[in-house]
C-alpha cells in the first residue's frame, strides 16, 4: 500500500479534524501519501481530492467541524454512485481509504468494500454515540461538555425566577447525550427514548418538587423521545400555573473545540485505522472498549444492535425522585 485517502461523511463532529491530523502524520511517517476527499463522498464521487502534506493538518486538532468537510450523499446508495466513487479511487491510485463518520457512512465504506473490494477503515465519528460496537465515538464526549455547560448557565437564570425549563438535546434515536449531560447537570428528569415515560409521569415529579419547595426543574429531552415545546405545553396544561420554557440546543452541541477525551480519541484510532491498512487488515471499523483501542469486522459491527445503559439511567433517577 502506497497511498490512502481519507474523508469525513454524514454529520460533523468534534474529534475528525484530530482523527485526520493523525491519519495524515501516521501515515507519512509511516512512508504513505495521503489524499483527502472534500465533502464526504459527494466528493467522493465528483472528484474532489487533495494530497494532504503534514502542513496541511497543523493547528487543527482542537478544531470542531471537519477541514475537508463534510455532505450528505444520497447518490452513494446506488450503485451508480458506487462505481463513481471507485472510479475516482482507482483514478488517483488510492490503494485504501478511511472514512470518518456515523453508521451512514460505514453503510458506504461497507459497500465499496464487499461490493467492489476496496480496502476500508472506519473510525467513529458522531456526537450521537449510537454505534454498538464501540463504547464511544468521536464528539460525544464534546457534545455532552455542550450540554452541560448550557445547563449549567440555565440552572442561574431559571432557579433565580422559580422557572422550569425542558431542554432538548441532539442524539437521533439514542438517548446517551440526555443520559450523561442530565447526570452530571442533577438534572430533575432525563426522558430518553430507550425508556418508555408518560406525560403524567413528568407531571407527577414537577408536582412532587414543587410541593417540597422545589422550584427550578431541568428536564432533559432526548430529541428521539419528543420535542421540548410539545412537552411544555401539554405539562402547561395540566399544571396552569408552573413557569415553565423550553429550549432546544441544536446545533451547538455539533460546535467548539473539541474536549481532549476527543481529540485523544481521535489521535488514537486513526493511527489504528492506518496501522491495519499499512497490515493488510482492512474493512474493518475502528472503536475503543474500556479504554483499549479495537477493531472489528465492518459487516459484525454494523449488525449489532445498541445497549442503553439502563444502571446509569436508574441511578440518576435514584438521585432526584425524592427529598
Known amino acids: 500500500m502506497k497511498r490512502i485517502g481519507v474523508l469525513t461523511s454524514g454529520g460533523d463532529s468534534q474529534g475528525m479534524n484530530a482523527a485526520v491530523y493523525a491519519t495524515v502524520r501516521y501515515a507519512v ?25 503534514v502542513t496541511d493538518v497543523d493547528d487543527v486538532i482542537h478544531r470542531g467541524g471537519t477541514i475537508l468537510r463534510t455532505a450528505r450523499c444520497d447518490e452513494m446508495k446506488t450503485q451508480e454512485g458506487q462505481r463513481k466513487a471507485v ?14 463518520g456515523g453508521d451512514g ?20 465519528g458522531t456526537i450521537d454515540n449510537d454505534l454498538a460496537y464501540t463504547d464511544f465515538t468521536l464528539g460525544f464526549d464534546t457534545a455532552v461538555n455542550v450540554v452541560m455547560n448550557t445547563i449549567k448557565m440555565l440552572r442561574d437564570t431559571m432557579s433565580c425566577n422559580d422557572r422550569s425549563c425542558i431542554v432538548e438535546v441532539m442524539g437521533r434515536n439514542c438517548g446517551d447525550i440526555a443520559l450523561y449531560a442530565g447526570i452530571t447537570s442533577a438534572a430533575e428528569m432525563i426522558l430518553v427514548p430507550e ?11 414537577i408536582k412532587n418538587n414543587l410541593d417540597h419547595g422545589k422550584m427550578d426543574n431541568i428536564i432533559v429531552l432526548a430529541e428521539g423521545a419528543g420535542k421540548a415545546e410539545d412537552l411544555r405545553a401539554e405539562v402547561k396544561k395540566a399544571i396552569p400555573g408552573i413557569n415553565i420554557r ?21 489521535v488514537r484510532m486513526a493511527a489504528h485505522a492506518v496501522q491495519c491498512l499499512l497490515d493488510g487488515k482492512t474493512n474493518r471499523v475502528v472503536g475503543v472498549r474500556h479504554n483499549v483501542i479495537i477493531d472489528e469486522d465492518i459487516v459484525e459491527a454494523l449488525s449489532e444492535r445498541k445497549s442503553f445503559n439502563k444502571e446509569l439511567y436508574a441511578l440518576a433517577d435514584q438521585l432526584v425522585e425524592t427529598f
Open 29 to 53: 511517517d509511516h512512508g504513505l501519501e495521503v489524499y483527502g476527499i472534500d465533502l464526504g463522498y459527494k466528493g467522493l464521487i465528483e472528484g474532489k481530492v487533495r494530497k494532504l502534506s
Open 87 to 100: 472510479q475516482t479511487l482507482k483514478d488517483n491510485g488510492i490503494d485504501g481509504l478511511v472514512v470518518i
Open 105 to 124: 457512512s460505514f453503510n458506504g465504506a461497507k459497500a465499496l468494500s464487499t461490493g467492489f473490494g476496496v480496502q476500508t477503515m472506519g473510525i467513529p
Open 195 to 205: 425508556i418508555p415515560f408518560t406525560v403524567q409521569q413528568v407531571v407527577d415529579r
Open 246 to 266: 423550553s429550549m432546544t440546543v441544536g446545533h451547538l452541541q455539533r460546535g467548539g473545540d473539541a474536549s481532549f477525551q476527543d481529540r485523544l480519541l481521535g
